[in-house]
């Protein structure tokens, strides 16, 4: 009796681990199959997730360089109404007054200008993880397993 147990106890065994092999095997059949699109996918995403941000953070400096644009022209129309209209009369300290404002509208919307300007500079010297993968995508994976390893 105790050889029958034993004897079914080690085909149970047996069967458990030629099981168990079994699917690993595979698992890892299907790991092989998988793994080139699964990098291939990994990289088309943060290589767009990367370019997308660029792209957000590159509006945001032209909306301020139109938004600045069409203010300088305002300020240059309305500059232009306040001269034929006080050309007639001879308003010194209005005159005055006037063209400082005006200067100084003038140096801030340069700038504003500038900053977009060098905003947008470094926004894109910082994100070239899109240009990275483009390039060089074997280099960008071996840099993402080293991330995944710490």
């Keep these: 009796m105790k050889e029958q147990t034993i004897n079914v106890l080690e085909k ?3 069967d458990i681990i030629s099981n168990t092999t079994s699917g690993i095997e595979k698992g890892i059949v299907f790991l092989s199959t998988e793994i080139p699109e699964v990098i291939q996918q990994l990289l088309t995403w943060k290589a767009v997730d990367s370019f997308i941000s660029l792209l957000c953070w590159m509006v945001l400096p032209l909306i301020v360089f139109l938004g ?13 109404n306040f001269r034929k209209e006080y050309t007639k009369h001879e308003h010194s300290e209005e005159k005055k007054e006037h063209e400082e404002l ?7 919307i340069s700038f504003i200008n500038g900053f977009g300007f060098v905003l947008t500079a470094i926004i894109f010297s910082a994100n070239t993880l899109w240009i990275q993968i483009l390039l060089a995508p074997k280099v960008y994976l071996i ?8």
């Design 102 to 108: 005006v200067s100084i509208f003038s140096i801030v």
């Design 68 to 80: 600045s644009k069409k203010l300088n022209k305002f300020i240059k129309e309305e500059d232009i």
């Design 143 to 150: 840099e993402y397993a080293a991330k995944l390893i710490k």
């Design 12 to 14: 149970a065994l047996i």
